[in-house]
């Protein structure tokens, strides 16, 4: 299905290669999935209740990696009080793109009180590959975002860095249809790519994103307290919001460090800002 | 002719000059946070990470909001004022750096409405008072040259040479720098000004806020910097 839809594309109309939409509601204490729908390339587990309440769910991309033209679609909504996290069974990975950049589109929708944790894991881009990343999220009164991206260059076969041709990722968060953060990155391998300002002789860009009505500057400052006693080789800035939140931002050279730091900070935001414990994917 | 030109000149030498009071003496925009740790220490490394801060950050924030919001005076349209402004503001996500530049934008539109008023600009004023805009000097800038009547690729390169102009007085004195290496700085960064002028007016809006994550890095660890000669 997924081949089909693909010479679809090629041949410049537009298409889903994959599409996800997904509504968590409360049921009495519990959140349930109140409706899913999937086709395409993309799929989700069924939800697993790691924690008694809410439930968590893990994205599957069964084509193996991200192609040529390649659209994806995922649409979560969240239900006042609604408490979910989600994942990524595996990491992203997008080949080259001689035609048309691949496209990732997201639309996260956040009712009253509701809590989404959204924490895939690292996108993986190879030689010659071009992706847009698009994430847009509604927030309400009262709820929580947290939110980590990380991205890798991938391997090519000369050896070298940075042979993908450009990652665009922009996250613009809304509040009551007003625009209240823009983060815009992009990543255009040049000769100085990894200088100076840029990557700083660093590979890796990992980014932690929380909004929380509590995130102030009393629990910034001593999360930062936290992350600077890490002994990694890494480079991070962590900074206010313009609104309730906090951004971390971390180089480093190799994902496992990026994710060390921003499962640190994740635990760290979970007990003082949910007001819960330590939470493991059980993934391996 | 010759009389119109001189008349726009002498106003943009006023807000290009580094000693104008738009505050911008105080922000270094991260550039201290390299200058402490070394990796900028003279005029070759503060020169080459000038000219990656106007090609990778300035060219796709202030510099671009600076085309955009001629342009919408250029098609009477007032309003889109107010969206660049936010953009602006929530694009910046280095707390230090959002507050430098919002500072700097209320106080060169208070000094600028005085200097060279025009009703768009008390508008912008009356916004900034009120709460509605937050006050962005890439605004400023362009509302005081549409209201001196230059083309917007003069306004865009005079912005940017005012951006520049003051980060080098900064280095001259953060660094230190000699007076005249910094003077030599601005003469070659100027055929740099005039390229990120072009790739400027090839953007769209859907180019605004790109960031390179080093130097937003530097913007945020700024903040953590225990001794420290400039506010961001």
Not at chain 1, 203 to 230: N, Q
Not at chain 2, 37 to 52: P, Y
Not at chain 2, 173 to 188: A, E, F, N, S
């Amino acid at each position: 299905m997924a081949k089909k839809e693909r010479s679809v594309n090629r041949i410049g109309v537009m298409t889903h290669i994959g599409l996800l939409e997904l509504t968590a509601a409360k049921k009495h204490s519990r959140t349930i999935i109140s409706s899913c729908y999937y086709e395409g390339a993309l799929k989700i587990t069924r939800p697993v209740y790691l924690e008694k309440d809410s439930p968590s769910i893990y994205l599957i991309h069964v084509g193996g990696g991200y192609v040529d033209g390649d659209v994806y679609r995922t649409n979560l909504a969240l239900e006042e009080g609604a408490e979910l996290t989600v994942t990524t069974q595996s990491s992203t990975k997008v080949y080259k793109t001689p035609k048309q950049p691949v496209c990732q589109y997201t639309d996260i929708v956040l009712g009253k009180g509701s809590v989404l944790e959204y924490l895939p894991d690292p996108l993986i881009a190879y030689e010659g590959a071009r992706f847009i990343q698009e994430t847009d999220v509604t927030i309400s009164e009262g709820s929580s975002f947290f939110y980590s991206d990380i991205i890798t260059p991938g391997w090519a076969e000369d050896g070298r860095l940075f042979r993908y041709d450009w990652i665009r990722s922009k996250l613009k968060v809304f509040k009551k249809d007003k625009l209240v953060l823009l983060d815009h990155l992009l990543l255009e391998p040049d000769e100085g790519l990894g200088g100076i300002m840029q990557m700083e002789g660093y590979t890796h860009v990992g980014t932690f994103l929380i909004l929380h009505s509590k995130a102030d500057k009393r629990f910034i400052d001593s999360m930062y307290e936290l992350l600077s006693e890490l002994k990694g080789d890494v480079q991070f800035g962590l900074s206010r919001l313009p609104e309730d939140g906090a951004i971390l931002r971390i180089l480093a050279r190799s994902s496992g460090s990026i994710e060390t730091m921003i499962s640190y900070a994740h635990e760290y935001a979970r007990r003082e800002l949910l007001g819960k414990d330590f939470f493991s994917w059980r993934k391996y | 002719m010759a009389t119109a030109m001189i008349n726009a000149l002498f106003p943009l030498l006023q807000l290009c000059d580094s000693n104008f009071p738009s505050g911008a003496f105080s922000h270094s925009f991260g550039l201290e946070t390299y200058i402490q740790e070394q990796n900028i220490t003279g005029r070759d490394s503060f020169a080459e990470a000038l000219s990656i801060f106007i090609r990778k950050q300035l060219v796709y924030t202030d510099g671009l909001a600076c085309r955009l919001a001629f342009e919408s005076l250029e098609a009477g349209e007032d309003a889109s004022l107010e969206e660049l402004d936010r953009l602006l503001y929530v694009s910046c996500l280095a707390e230090e750096s959002r507050m430098g530049n919002k500072r700097i934008g209320e106080r060169m539109a208070k000094l600028c409405s005085e200097l060279y008023p025009s009703s768009a600009l008390s508008n912008y004023v009356a916004r900034i008072k009120a709460k509605q805009a937050y006050g962005q000097p890439a605004i400023v800038f362009a509302l005081v040259a549409y209201h001196l009547n230059v083309s917007k690729e003069t306004a865009i390169g005079a912005y940017l040479y005012a951006n520049v102009s003051s980060l080098i007085q900064n280095a001259v004195r953060g660094i230190p720098l000699g007076q005249t290496d910094g003077q030599k700085i601005l003469v070659g960064i100027q055929p740099l000004i005039g390229k990120a002028v072009d790739q400027i007016l090839q953007l769209t809006i859907e180019d605004f806020g790109a960031v390179s994550p080093g130097l937003e890095i530097a913007q945020m660890r700024h903040e953590r910097l225990h001794v420290r000669l400039f506010m961001s």
